[in-house]
């Protein structure tokens, strides 16, 4: 073999593991979650994510050359990556997480870059263009944006802490991106650092505290209890993963290694705890079991027409104890989850308990998959509720298994089906630029009025 020839099969091998190296990367970053539309083909892009200010959808990121990223040099990419910045020179939204990646290391970059030029086939199709309503269409306002919330990069490592540990920081904040859903926005939509991993509403679904408080987080949780969940999406007589949550475990922390997820869970035992003060116990520790069957089959006839708990006790016996039992205390090999000591019906959001009745479960892990249809009224649920029944529903399972107290509306309902809350920014951008125009339009008065009469003096 030429000396030439060796060389290349060394380039060959060398480009080969850092294209392996890239696509860890992008599993740990859940880079498909995203890029990829249901149905479509990976990384092609196309997938509505629905924003308080609109619906942004995602980029093709394939290597192709015409519809997607195969034009981009490495320099370029990482721009993209830590700047939101694209190869045209356009800003990017923040729904891509590029306030979080920004602390990738150069040697993670390089390696994401060989994976999506090498590693991913190419699809020459452009998805549908994001489109949002004036102010948001104008992306040069992320530039003042990025300079007010754009962090400066990657840190060193804490000297203080264990490797492990400053692992799982590095994943936390920058590849699995937690920050970008479990930590609140305020009204420019800009995380609040102070609140770091304290709970925050994204679309239809609430990211919880998951900060080492004992009963607002997770903080009675083990680390082997977190680094379970994260692998299977289930931690039975405590959570289990739906919604974004469960993309996430489906798509990225299942596909972990055990080390990399025992670091995440050892970073997350130590991040600084945030206290609600009405959290009088864990959201994990509500309920009992409670079964009105009896009632349903005779011995004690109530009235559904008439009693909103009969009515509730009719959804429920009719819909979810044929899975979650009648106590609802769930299967025996927890497959069917109990509704008592459950983060979802202890939560005093109701909006994960909304959003479960209304789209269902379906993940699926190296462990299996986890199903439980919707009831929605969407193409494959067996049973479509109105917003009403599903108040009523809701309220019957958090008064009987849950945190009982602030009901659930039929509005509240039909907020959660719509998306979720709306953010007032649109409208505050819109009344910003208009008390612009008006004083702009003043100052220009003033200045014609003085000028006249500048001129009459002379």
Same mark, same amino acid.
């Given at each position: 073999m030429s000396v030439s020839s060796t060389a290349l099969a060394a380039d060959d091998d060398a480009q080969a593991a850092s294209v392996k190296r890239g696509a860890y990367i992008a599993t740990a970053s859940d880079c498909s979650a995203c890029h990829t539309a249901p149905s479509g083909k990976p990384f092609a892009g196309g997938l509505g994510i629905v924003s308080p200010v609109g619906t942004i959808y995602s980029t093709n990121i394939t290597p192709s050359a015409t519809a997607g990223i195969g034009q981009y040099t490495e320099e370029q990419f990482a721009r993209a990556l830590r700047a939101g910045v694209r190869a045209d020179g356009a800003n990017l939204y923040p729904a891509m997480p590029y306030t979080s990646y920004n602390v990738l290391t150069d040697a993670d970059i390089r390696d994401l870059y060989a994976?999506?030029?090498?590693?991913?086939?190419?699809?020459?199709?452009?998805?549908?263009?994001?489109?949002?309503?004036?102010?948001?269409?104008?992306?040069?306002?992320?530039?003042?944006?990025?300079?007010?919330?754009?962090?400066?990069?990657?840190?060193?490592?804490?000297?203080?802490?264990?490797?492990?540990?400053?692992?799982?920081?590095?994943?936390v904040d920058g590849a699995a991106h937690c920050s970008t859903c479990h930590t609140p926005r305020g009204f420019l939509m800009q995380e609040l650092s102070s609140h770091y991993l304290g709970g925050a509403q994204v679309g239809q679904w609430y990211a919880p505290n998951i900060t080492s408080d004992a009963n607002s987080g997770i903080g009675s949780w083990s680390k082997d209890e977190l680094a379970r969940y994260l692998a299977t999406g289930s931690l039975p007589g405590k959570a289990?993963?739906? !919604?974004?949550? $469960?993309? =996430?475990?489906?798509?990225?922390?299942?596909?972990?290694?055990?080390?990399?997820?025992? &670091?995440?869970?050892?970073?997350?035992?130590?991040?600084?705890?945030?206290?609600?003060?009405?959290?009088?116990?864990?959201?994990?520790?509500?309920?009992?079991?409670?079964?009105?069957?009896?009632?349903?089959?005779g011995a004690n006839p109530i009235r559904s027409d008439t009693d909103e708990q009969a009515s509730g006790a009719v959804l429920f016996y009719g819909n979810c104890a044929s899975c979650h039992q009648a106590s609802g205390q769930g299967s025996k090999d927890t497959y069917y989850p109990s509704l008592f000591h459950n983060s979802v019906t202890g939560s005093a959001n109701h909006s994960n308990l909304i959003a479960t009745i209304?789209?269902?479960?379906?993940?699926?892990?190296?462990?299996?998959?986890?199903?439980?249809? !919707?009831?929605? $009224?969407? =193409?494959?649920?067996?049973?479509?509720?109105?917003?009403?029944?599903?108040?009523?529903? &809701?309220?019957?399972?958090?008064?009987?298994?849950?945190r009982a107290g602030t009901p659930v509306s039929p509005a509240d309902v039909a907020q959660v089906r719509a998306g979720g809350p709306a953010s007032s920014l649109l409208l505050l951008a819109r009344i910003g630029i208009a008390v612009a125009v008006i004083v702009g339009l003043a100052i220009l008065l003033l200045l014609v009025v003085w000028r006249q009469r500048r001129a009459r003096v002379v």
């Open positions: 994976y999506f030029q090498h590693g991913v086939a190419p699809v020459d199709t452009a998805p549908t263009p994001t489109a949002l309503p004036f102010p948001m269409n104008i992306r040069l306002s992320m530039m003042a944006w990025n300079l007010l919330f754009l962090g400066s990069g990657h840190s060193e490592a804490d000297a203080t802490q264990s490797a492990e540990w400053n692992r799982g920081k590095y994943l289990q993963a739906a !919604g974004s949550m $469960g993309e =996430a475990v489906e798509h990225s922390f299942s596909q972990l290694t055990p080390d990399d997820i025992s &670091a995440i869970s050892t970073y997350i035992k130590t991040v600084a705890p945030l206290h609600d003060t009405s959290d009088e116990q864990s959201r994990f520790g509500y309920g009992k079991p409670f079964s009105q069957l009896a009632s349903l089959r209304l789209n269902g479960v379906n993940r699926t892990t190296p462990k299996g998959q986890a199903f439980m249809p !919707g009831f929605g $009224g969407k =193409a494959n649920d067996i049973n479509a509720l109105n917003d009403a029944q599903v108040a009523t529903l &809701a309220n019957y399972v958090i008064d009987n298994y849950g």
